[in-house]
């Protein structure tokens, strides 16, 4: 049954992530943090923290080959602008065509793919999504933070009403079926399922636990210490959202640890922001163009995440907020180091390595890359005509062909001989390109 492992998530792209790579690396760092001789260094917030480093350190490879791309789509936008100039006005299928494989010809010349970074982000993105999975449910992860719930969680479960008590706390909603499952007579789930929601358990809704079940008090306090130990960072209790934690901090006038727990939301969003300003686009090079790439376009939107985390950071229990100040920090960290690195680039000789690696595999999947560049070349010369009707309901016939890479109503007398003896040629491009001035200067006269 899906549910008899505590919290791991059961995604099918996300579960295997959180399961077997990050869950395994977040207990080892518990392990070794216990190993340490100081009291209570197996702590919630510095594993945390250590836990981000290492992942962000491990995408590090990932990261610069992004910020690689972004470097050279930079570089290639003045040529791609160009190119979108070029075709602004033409909808016909066969401008867009032309328009297509111009482009193509553009990145294929810098040997990179249009899809660029989408290869880091489609490795990157299920990673953190599943790093988010496994901090808001350490214990699911690392048997040391389970253990503190098991003795008062077995008690907990011969108790008549308790699974209404444990289902009428706020993180219960999330664990629906969970619930479900119970009800229909499924006991093999109780124990996991009182640790899920306990883990995300406020202040008040301990208190309430403890009136309830007076009788095991002392083993919820007990529980609550021992919890306390792990979760205790510079005074804060991680597992307590920063609102909880300013209201239990009001109540007993603890003004510096008030604070603290505004400093958490205020810090994500503040490094939040450091670390977008940061991240450079690749539209920085080109600030003419008419229509910014979708990098710039992404990196405009990202602005209101700082806002957005800070708000979410309120609620959240505090070990979230700490994720993300230190994710920030470590990218931010990241970024400056790998700007300096990539500015130091030689372009010319990656876009000359790019385009090696890019015939070599064409020519390992059995295609010539200098046939295909011919081919692009060649039919984006192909002609073709469409008739309109204009104001006057006279039908008209309005060219899109191009000669020499030009459109043939671009292309004057003193660049071609209309009257030379390819003009007599049937289907010629002399001929075409006669045809249509001399259809224009009739209808126009």
């Known amino acids: 049954m899906e549910y008899v492992v505590l919290t791991q998530y059961g995604g099918k792209i996300l579960g295997p992530i959180a399961k077997y790579i990050l869950g395994p690396i977040l207990n080892g760092i518990f392990i070794f943090l216990d190993w340490l001789p100081w009291k209570n260094s ?3 917030g510095v594993a945390i923290i250590l836990f981000t480093i290492v992942i962000y350190i491990l995408l590090l490879p990932l990261t610069i080959k992004q910020q690689k791309f972004s470097k050279l789509q930079a570089k290639m936008n003045p040529e791609l602008e160009e190119i979108r100039k070029k075709y602004k006005n033409r909808k016909d299928q066969d401008s867009q065509m032309a328009m297509n494989q111009e482009t193509q010809a553009v990145y294929a010349k810098y040997g990179v793919s249009p899809t660029g970074s989408c290869a880091q ?16 449910a350490i214990p699911a992860y690392v048997p040391m933070v389970k253990n503190v719930f098991t003795d008062l969680v077995s008690k907990l479960v011969l108790k008549d009403g308790a699974t209404e008590v444990i289902q009428g706390f706020k993180s219960a909603s999330m664990f629906t079926k969970q619930f479900e499952a119970i009800a229909s007579g499924d006991t093999s789930i109780i124990e996991n399922t009182y640790i899920d929601v306990l883990n995300r358990a406020s202040s008040t809704e301990w208190a309430t636990l403890s009136e309830k079940f007076s009788d095991l008090s002392g083993v919820i306090n007990t529980t609550m210490d021992n919890l306390k130990g792990y979760n205790n960072f510079l005074g804060i209790n991680v597992g307590y959202s920063p609102a909880d934690t300013i209201k239990n901090a009001a109540a007993t006038h603890s003004y510096l640890i008030i604070v603290l727990a505004i400093l958490i939301p205020v810090l994500s969003a503040v490094t939040q922001w450091i670390n977008v300003k940061l991240t450079p686009s690749s539209n920085n090079n080109n600030k003419n163009s008419d229509q910014p790439d979708q990098a710039a376009a992404l990196q405009k939107s990202m602005m209101f995440m700082p806002l957005i985390s ?10 979230m907020g700490i994720y993300w100040i230190a994710g920030s920090v470590v990218r931010s960290i990241q970024q400056v180091i790998i700007n300096k690195h990539i500015d130091k680039i030689d372009l010319d000789a990656e876009i000359k390595k790019n385009v090696e690696k890019r015939n070599a595999r064409l020519r390992k999947a059995g295609i010539d890359p200098e046939k295909l560049a011919q081919k692009a070349t060649q039919s984006t010369k192909s002609v073709n005509y469409s008739y309109s009707y204009d104001s006057n309901k006279k039908k008209t016939l309005s060219q899109k062909a191009m000669l020499n890479g030009k459109p043939i109503d671009e292309v004057t007398s003193d660049s ?14 002399a001929s075409k390109a006669n045809m249509v001035r001399e259809y224009n200067e009739r209808n126009n006269k």
């Open 310 to 319: 800070a708000a979410f950071c309120f609620t959240l229990p505090a070990g």
């Open 121 to 136: 982000l489609l490795i990157q993105m299920p990673i953190l999504f599943a790093l988010y999975r496994v901090i808001y």
């Open 42 to 44: 197996a702590n919630v």
């Open 416 to 429: 071609v001989d209309y009257k030379n003896k390819n003009a007599s040629k049937p289907g010629s491009l």
